[in-house]
């Protein structure tokens, strides 16, 4: 049987492993477009090493990047078991 893995499956999936060994210590190039446009405040920027040191158990840390990284991990998370669920077990 040939199954079609959703997009955003692999997305999520793709980010979670690639956010748990980023070099969060490493000065990096920002994507943000509002820093890129001049704006000092954007409200997700961090977010994505909140979710970092979240995944590698340092919540201190974590919350003073972004206090809502906990929670995007736990969204990112029931996402892709949805999506999992939906997609491969759901059609069983």
């Not at 158990?57 to 919350?63: D, L, M, R, V």
């Not at 991990?73 to 999506?83: A, D, G, K, P, Q």
């Amino acid at each position: 049987m040939n199954k079609k893995i959703p997009l955003e499956l692999i997305f999520f999936s793709v980010a979670l492993v690639l956010l748990y060994f980023l070099d969060a210590s490493q000065q990096h190039e920002s994507l943000c477009p509002l820093n890129r446009l001049g704006f000092s405040f954007c409200p997700g920027c961090g977010l994505g090493r909140s979710i970092h040191f979240f995944m590698h158990g340092e919540f201190n840390k974590s919350f003073q990047f972004h206090p809502l990284g906990f929670f995007a991990f736990f969204v990112i998370t029931y996402r892709i078991y949805s999506l999992t669920r939906k997609t491969f077990i759901n059609k069983i």
